[in-house]
């Protein structure tokens, strides 16, 4: 069906926000508001009901700049699942390039989906909120030799898909997914970007998030950085222009790439996830591996000329625990999926605070609230760009369930109905995206140099132990460094103001301590503060205000087990 509406845009126009500036919120179209309350119910669950004014004061509220769609190109179910009476929920299963998919659309599907989607988006866009779509070029709904003829391997087989060496019947899987698309192909690879210009121009989005993006960078088996996908969107006029994210990953030999995309692009960051996971939850992990993650990883974009802002910070997405359940459950829980529970990966860098799964017991419900905020503070707080993820903010679970693709109902679907903020979150969240949208020391657009700022001898980083002292070099290579103060200088931060000035802001403490035993943190003093007060402190209720309070160097703060302080510092 083709479709051809005038659509009326006015003056809709893209935030364009800075990178650096950036706050993403990965959500399912459906799932956000299948649940929610003040959303009528004709609309729950559709484009329309992205756009009601409570969803969008939800998102501006908390301090969102951007959401991250999971995918919204028509997809279709595989029949496996349907034997099982299941769908797939999650939508990595794209059928149609240029098509909204129609399942979401909740005012006809004849073409109505378009308009409605357009909608959503010039709402978003007068929010300041920039939309993202998570696309799957990587494969395509066909599977395997085995799956359904549905468009490509009816028209030309050999073009679209790469074939396996074992004979020309059989397919290349980098995916996971049964086929991997032949984007060596100039006609498949002009497919591609036609849909991508399409959905920027014609549908006004702001920026694609590539799923399984080093199977795209393939050339014949490698990923090759050079390749005709990623040098053609280099290149383009449009594409070049909007927000670039890629999932630098494939289940392929040598795909695991991250770090390695080109300059214009931005990365999910795992190894950022799986450091701070491991931090928390008392894996051993250096501190310089901590340090690193906490101050942009520099140590895999600085060296291509990429800034902090090129790592896409994250602890939990869509294909994973919940934070919730990151801390209540050691082992997934995937039994509705009807595999067996062989399906997902057991995560072994979650923690269950010692007890397997829910509990009423206060001490341990105490503890997971408080690993949840140490988490989602540790990200607020760090170098780079941060991704929330729907309903984290709210304490969402999924029951244990990592994997719940298949899941199209309250399993996924977030939960609106806990009003009361149990564990702080929201609040929390809130507090601390306001703190960072006013304080560019946390939205560094270059890195640390970790040398004295404008010769007042402190640095425009600093490392500390609990006695106030800086690190040296044994507590960098030591996995048993688990209270660590960072200092974050505001006295310069890199980059110039409107009429050439230095960008100046106010400077912070950050600590962590992740052990089970109270310590006592000297703060230091001369040269890199007079005087401090604590602005966040995960150990109490709600936002985390601690109130007025002035501290002085020298003086100790008394850090609960499993913690995080942030103290504003004047210089």
């Given amino acids: ?127 300041g909120i920039e939309v993202i779509l998570d696309v799957v070029y990587n494969h395509t709904a066909e599977l395997d030799e085995l799956g359904p003829t549905l468009s490509f391997r009816g028209i ?123 931090y928390w939850r008392g894996a051993p992990v250096g501190a310089s591996t901590v340090a690193s993650r906490l101050s942009g990883s520099s140590d895999l974009y600085q060296s291509d000329g990429r800034a902090p802002y090129a790592s896409i910070n994250f602890v939990t997405a869509h294909d994973g625990f919940t934070l919730r359940d990151l801390v209540t459950y050691e082992r997934k829980r995937n039994d509705d999926n009807l595999e067996d529970n062989r399906d997902g990966t057991d995560d072994n860098r979650s923690w269950n605070c010692g007890v397997e799964g829910e509990t009423a017991d206060p001490a341990v419900v105490a503890l997971r609230s408080r690993q949840q905020r140490n988490l989602m503070t540790t990200l607020l707080v760090s170098a780079g760009v941060p991704m929330l993820v729907a309903g984290d903010e709210l304490g969402r679970t999924q029951h244990g369930n990592n994997n719940p693709y298949s899941q199209d109902n309250p399993v996924s679907w977030v939960d609106w109905t806990s009003t009361d903020d149990p564990a702080g979150l929201l609040s929390l969240a809130r507090r601390l995206l306001a703190l960072r949208r006013s304080h560019p020391v946390f939205r560094r657009r270059a890195f640390f140099t970790g040398r004295s700022v404008r010769g007042t001898g402190a640095k425009d980083i600093g490392w500390f132990r609990a006695s106030g002292d800086e690190l040296d070099g044994a507590d960098w290579a030591s996995p048993a460094c688990r209270t660590i103060g960072v200092f974050l200088n505001g006295d310069e931060i890199a980059g110039r103001g409107p009429r050439g000035e230095p960008i100046v802001d106010d400077s912070f403490l950050v600590l962590l301590h992740a052990t089970g035993d109270p310590v006592q943190f000297t703060l230091p003093g001369a040269p890199w503060a ?42």
């Fill in 156 to 278: 030309d087989n050999g073009a679209y898909y790469k074939l396996s060496a074992r004979g020309a019947r059989r397919y290349a899987d980098y995916t996971g997914c049964g086929n991997t698309l032949n984007v060596r192909h100039p006609h498949v690879l002009q497919l591609i970007m036609d849909s991508l210009r399409y959905w920027v121009t014609e549908m006004h989005v702001d920026g694609f998030r590539f799923d399984l993006a080093s199977a795209l960078a393939r050339s014949f088996h490698d990923v090759d950085m050079l390749s005709a996908f990623l040098t053609t969107i280099q290149q383009d006029p449009v594409l070049s222009q909007v927000k670039l994210i890629a999932e630098p990953w494939d289940v392929g030999e040598g795909g695991y790439q991250v770090g390695e995309f080109p300059p214009l692009w931005t990365e999910w960051n795992g190894m950022y996830r799986d450091a701070i996971r491991d």
């Fill in 1 to 127: 069906m083709v479709v051809h509406d005038p659509f009326p845009w006015g003056d809709d126009r893209s935030p364009r926000t800075p990178w650096a500036d950036t706050v993403i919120y990965e959500l399912h179209v459906k799932g956000f508001t299948a649940l929610h309350p003040e959303v009528p119910p004709a609309t729950r669950g559709s484009y329309a009901g992205l756009a009601h004014p409570a969803v969008l004061g939800h998102l501006t509220s908390l301090g969102v700049t951007a959401v991250e769609l999971l995918p919204v190109h028509h997809f279709v179910s595989e029949p496996r699942l349907m034997q099982r009476g299941l769908t797939n929920y999650w939508g990595y299963n794209s059928l149609g390039y240029f098509a909204p998919h129609s399942g979401y659309s909740s005012s006809g599907t004849r073409g109505e989906q378009v308009r409605e989607f357009k909608s959503m988006v010039r709402a978003m866009h007068s929010a």
């Fill in 530 to 571: 007079k005087a401090y007060a604590v602005v966040v402190d995960t150990a109490l209720p709600g936002d985390g205000d601690p109130g007025a309070g002035s501290l002085t160097p020298g003086d100790r703060v008394a850090l609960t087990p499993y913690s995080v302080v942030v103290l504003h510092a004047t210089r």
